[in-house]
């Protein structure tokens, strides 16, 4: 069974930074593709960003293109969003999602995705 937990979330203020990570169980981590995503109060779930099993690929949504990094440490089973330039806009439960066999849909689709974690809190004041 994989088993996902996000942590980092927090309050933080407009402009500042977060880093959350997912620590994953599991001992092919490494074939597996992560995305992360993020549900706002209100409004449906939505594709923040992805990377590939080896790091070598990652894909943002358009609206945090250039301030979120997203990155993995499979040595460690865990993957990062590095969030910087934050905007209130970026409030949402962020979620962490493993696709344990890529190949099967685009990374920006939820339903590629078979484990997802608990979520954990982003809140961003202005």
């Known amino acids: 069974q994989v088993q996902l937990v996000e942590s980092g979330g927090g309050l933080v203020q407009a402009g500042g930074s977060l880093r959350l990570s997912c620590a994953a169980s599991g001992r092919t981590f490494g074939s597996w593709a992560m995305g992360w995503f993020r549900q706002a109060p209100g409004k449906e779930r939505e594709f923040v960003a992805a990377?590939?099993?080896?790091?070598?690929?990652?894909y943002y949504a358009g609206s945090v293109k250039g301030r979120f990094t997203i990155s993995r440490d499979n040595a460690k089973n865990t993957v990062y969003l590095q969030m910087n330039s934050l905007k209130p806009e970026d409030t949402a439960v962020y979620y962490c999602a493993a696709d344990t066999a890529p190949g099967r849909g685009s990374y920006g689709t939820s339903y590629v995705y078979d484990y997802w974690g608990q979520g954990t809190q982003v809140t961003v004041s202005s």
């Open positions: 990377i590939s099993g080896t790091g070598g690929v990652t």
